[in-house]
């Protein structure tokens, strides 16, 4: 049978000591949903910093293209 | 049945003029508020009492000649029950608020209130705003005016039920990812989500900070003009205002894959198709669009939304378990998400921005349907299409509406159904800070493609 995960990545509480997993199954919709917004592809650091787009910095509209 | 609804500035000449005195127009709105509430639950407090004081006030301030250049004069205005007016409970729609009352009001109910709007009320909505049905256990599911037994949208359902059935010229409404849009569509009114920080979300319970906006919502789309030129009074950011060209020069971009989609209503599709033919035949350009990955998009979004609301709904204060189950479980999946991925979901908005802002190069405005579907019926969770594919209903109803919120520019649902059909919207977006150019735009593109204006009774 498959380990459940308990990686820090799951988002899960750990397993305790004993290694025995008494937690109620994970729903799937969960599992598919953390992956999902795990596998959102990120771009190089210089192309996406932590920052909201530049009209949403309350910089001037009339940077964006058009 | 139905009556025709008087354009939101014939109304305010005749409110300035005497025509129609304050007082008798509110009196009429408050008349339609009793009649029909307990079918429609489009209200969850009715400011009756303090509405005539504001209505006498308004008739006084008239005979002294002070009721020019206040451009809502009069207009009976609802308002999302999230977004504070004092004196007022301030629920949010959850049976946890019942007892909390606001003491003052949100800049933006005040801006309303500077312009000449009389509050008549606050309006029912999904719990905490976090849902799209509007179906809600402690004050009741809103109906969808023009299809009972089916849902009218969310979350600002009631504000959409409220302008649908005449109870309000104008409300306010709230839309972190879809949720003026959505409703608007499906009840079959006009509704403007604005670019992100243009318009105050003080004062209003937030569901996700990066992602909430307050905007208007009114039976034509002319008529969002007034009100959000009041709102934007409210706005903490500057942005340069941009002007979009009138219909004979507009270059408009095509949703990709939208002519040829399988999983739409054949009745939506058809009515896109129609709308966007006639505009063709005046646009300078009408071409299909590239955009990012929505996949992409729409988990980033759900990572940002749930975790954000996931903390304003933690602390020692806070207990979900009254909540309404369907919200425990979103905010449940917000608390999984790592702060790698909520970080991460903000940096993509950066990368999507970038290639949205390339399209809005070429064209000046993006138009889809608002939904691919009619209102879904009140039990419903599934949509079968018409390529026999399946997807849930809250999936469906948003396909069309969170890339706007995630990159922050402004857009407008219009009707452009059939007269006689449910509801169609036609959504038209363009690039931030364009919001008063857009709803001009959409004023005249509501002339060739929304059906006749009627108002409907609510049901009994």
């Known amino acids: ?49 932590c920052n909201p787009p530049p009209h949403l910095r309350g910089e001037s509209s009339a940077s964006v293209a058009g | 049945m139905s009556a025709s609804s008087p354009p939101l500035s014939e109304l305010v000449e005749a409110t300035q003029d005497g025509r129609i005195s304050v007082r008798e127009l509110i009196s009429d709105t408050l008349r339609r508020i ?18 005539m004081r504001r209505a006498r006030a308004l008739d006084e301030a008239r005979a002294r000649g002070d009721a020019a250049g206040l451009p809502l004069f009069g207009v009976p205005v609802a308002i999302k029950d999230c977004i504070e007016v004092e004196g007022v409970p301030n629920t949010c729609g959850s049976g946890a608020r019942r007892d909390a009352t606001s003491s003052g009001s949100a800049p933006s ?118 009100p959000l030129e009041a709102l934007l009074a409210t706005g903490s950011r500057q942005f340069t205002d941009r002007s979009l060209p009138s219909l004979n020069r507009l270059r408009i971009g095509v949703w990709p894959g939208v002519r040829t989609e399988g999983r739409m209503d054949d009745v939506v599709q ?67 998400v790592p702060a790698r991925d909520y970080v991460n979901g903000i940096r993509h908005r950066q990368v999507v921005w970038r290639a ?40 469906a109803s948003i396909r069309f509406l969170l890339l706007w919120n995630f990159v922050g520019a402004p857009c407008v649902s219009l009707p452009c159904g059939e007269p006689t059909d449910l509801p169609v919207g036609l959504q038209v977006a363009a690039p931030p800070g364009s919001d008063r150019s857009l709803v001009r735009l959409c004023s005249e593109i509501e002339q060739l493609v929304s059906p006749p204006l009627s108002v409907t009774n609510p049901p009994n």
């Open chain 2, 34 to 51: 009793d009649a029909g509430n307990e079918g429609s639950r489009a209200f969850i407090s009715v400011t009756a009492d303090a509405a």
């Open chain 2, 356 to 395: 949205v802002s390339e399209v809005f190069a070429d064209f000046d405005v993006i138009v889809s349907p608002t939904t691919p579907c009619v209102a879904p019926l009140a039990d419903q969770s599934l949509i079968t299409w018409p390529d026999s594919s399946q997807e849930s209903v809250l999936d």
């Open chain 2, 270 to 336: 058809r009515c896109f198709l129609r709308s966007l033919d006639t505009l063709g035949r005046d646009a300078a350009a009408v071409a299909d669009v590239g955009l990012p990955d929505l996949d992409a998009i729409k988990a980033a979004q759900f990572g940002i939304i749930t975790s954000e609301a996931a903390a304003v709904h933690s602390g020692d204060h806070v207990d979900r378990s009254s909540y309404e189950a369907n919200v425990q479980e979103l905010l449940s999946l917000g608390d999984r």
């Open chain 1, 1 to 49: 049978m498959e380990r459940a995960d308990s990686s820090p990545e799951s988002g899960r509480e750990p397993l305790p000591e004993d290694g025995c997993d008494r937690r109620p199954p994970e729903d799937p919709g969960v599992d598919a949903f953390l992956a999902a917004v795990r596998a959102v592809p990120t771009a190089p650091l210089k192309d996406a910093p």
């Open chain 2, 109 to 226: 109910v005040a801006a309303l209130e500077a312009a000449g709007a009389v509050v008549v009320g606050t309006t029912n909505l999904h719990e905490w705003a976090f849902g799209a049905t509007s179906q809600n256990e402690a004050f009741g599911h809103v109906v969808n005016p023009r299809g009972p037994g089916r849902i009218p949208g969310g979350s600002s359902g009631g504000s959409a039920a409220a302008v649908a059935t005449g109870a309000a010229a104008v409300a306010l409404g709230t839309d972190t990812g879809g949720s003026i849009r959505l409703p608007a569509s499906y009840c079959g009114v006009a509704g403007l989500k604005v670019t992100t920080g243009t318009v105050s979300t003080d004062g209003c319970f937030p569901l996700s900070w990066t992602m909430d906006s307050i905007g208007p919502m009114a039976p034509r789309a002319a008529d969002l003009l007034a």
